[in-house]
């Protein structure tokens, strides 16, 4: 059984950065691909970012790649979303996830087994 919990979200101005962490416990995810994903009020969960579980091997949706940076650290179980130049859009619930049953990194929720809390990130115009 895996546990994540997200952290590093806040109330930010727009251009602003946020570092996003995401600590998983209960089990090594050092073999599991891992994913951001987020949820605007009134919306549909969407991807984020993704990294396989070397990290050799990363996606983004379009609307954040060039800003925002999935990266992970398998020594201290821990993924991370670096969010620079934060736009009103880039608001909402972000959530971490993690996939048990394959390394390749993906870009679908459904293929993801467990999934934290979420952190909220608010960015003001």
């Known amino acids: 059984q895996v546990q994540l919990a997200e952290s590093g979200g806040g109330l930010v101005q727009a251009g602003g950065s946020l570092r996003l962490s995401c600590a998983a416990s209960?089990?090594?995810?050092?073999?599991?691909?891992m994913g951001w994903f987020r949820q605007a009020p009134g919306k549909e969960r969407e991807f984020v970012a993704s990294?396989?579980?070397?990290?050799?091997?990363?996606y983004y949706s379009n609307s954040v790649t060039g800003r925002f940076t999935i990266s992970r650290d398998n020594a201290k179980n821990t993924c991370y979303l670096r969010i620079n130049s934060l736009k009103p859009e880039d608001t909402a619930l972000y959530y971490c996830?993690?996939?048990?049953?394959?390394?390749?990194?993906?870009?679908?929720?459904?293929?993801?087994?467990?999934w934290g809390q979420g952190t909220q990130v608010t960015v003001s115009s």
């Open positions: 996830a993690a996939d048990r049953r394959r390394p390749s990194a993906s870009v679908r929720a459904s293929e993801y087994d467990y």
């Open positions: 209960g089990r090594t995810v050092s073999n599991y691909a």
């Open positions: 990294i396989n579980d070397s990290g050799s091997v990363r």
